[in-house]
């Protein structure tokens, strides 16, 4: 689908040599080929590339990610993996958390060793609108992976940690009905006192990423995946991307039509904004400024648009919390959440 091939890292391609692998494991290394029988490759990603594999012991299939350093004529370790890793340990297990197995290393790379998941969400949502025009999934089967999302968002924050590239294709989903959060590799530790260090503004991919880091914020919260989240949320509900920008100024335009245009009694922050205040970026007149969100999702109960636009809201200290989001009346309102047993299923 064109709509996402711009934005797309999940591709196939052709399996690579798995000789000479080597897994650390209790210490000693030990030959990955004994272990695993590659089955092929099954994803491409920024940091990595993925293949399906099989245990030769459990006879389980694993998810193996090769590493990729961002110069892979590196000797480094990259620091995308050592965030992955650290992450993944900090959070411990999780049932909507992708499941880190353990680390193999070779002279080809570093791999991790996660449990395996059928599908991404991305590709699965993206296949079906192509057909159809539509979600594959009911208002009921999206209040069940909203829930579940929510709940690893939850668990990961109270870790104090922000996930920061919150995104469909970063989501799994397993033949049981079970969505995965996946892919830690920009996540990064933060401080539940406020005082944290000044971060990039270049986290989060272009169609998930929060108006703040649009408007050069350095400093940040775990509100930015609460905004991705809202931007799923729709995607859920309507098989497509919610603002799917070219560019940042392009970004910035989808979402000021679909949002408005904010003020300062909206989002008090926003005027110390800095490319607003440098004058890179200049607001549109909100007087001729369109708000479309509310006709788009009319379907919506009242419960239902409260929650989208309070995931959806320019103040990042107005968006709530996982766990606030998780009470709302929305998932008690009819249709009810689909039971995991009764979720879809996909080839």
Known sequence: MEIRKRARDQKAGSEVDGRNRRE?????????SDLYEKIGRVGEGTYGIVYKARNLQ????????RCIPHNESSDGFPVTTLREIQSLRICGRHPNVVAL???????????????????????????HYQKHKKSPFRESSVKTLLI?????????????LIHRDLKLSNLLYTRRGVLKLADFGLSRPFSSSGNNAALT??????WYRPPELLLGSRQYTQSIDIWATGC??????????????KTEADQLNRM???????????????P????LQDGTIRLPDRQTSLNTLLDTFAFLSTEGLRLLCTLLRYDPNRRGTARQALTSHYFSDLPLPTTEADMPKFR
Not at 58 to 65: I, P, R
Not at 201 to 206: H, K
Request: charged share 20%; proline share 5%.
């Open 272 to 275: 110390a904004m800095p490319l």
């Open 24 to 32: 650390t494991a209790n210490g000693r290394s030990v030959n990955v």
């Open 201 to 206: 503004p270049q986290v989060a991919s272009l």
């Open 101 to 127: 197995e353990t680390v193999a290393v070779s002279k080809n790379g570093v791999f991790l060793v996660f449990e395996f998941c059928e599908h991404d969400l991305a590709d699965l949502i993206d296949r």
């Open 58 to 65: 459990t006879k389980e299939y694993v998810a193996l990610k």
């Open 232 to 245: 799923i949320f729709a995607e859920f509900l309507q098989g497509m991307p919610l603002l799917n920008g």
């Open 148 to 160: 579940q999302l929510l709940g690893a968002l939850d668990y990961v924050h109270c870790h104090h």
């Open 256 to 270: 000021f039509h679909t949002l408005g245009v904010p003020d300062d009694l909206e989002w008090p922050d926003l």
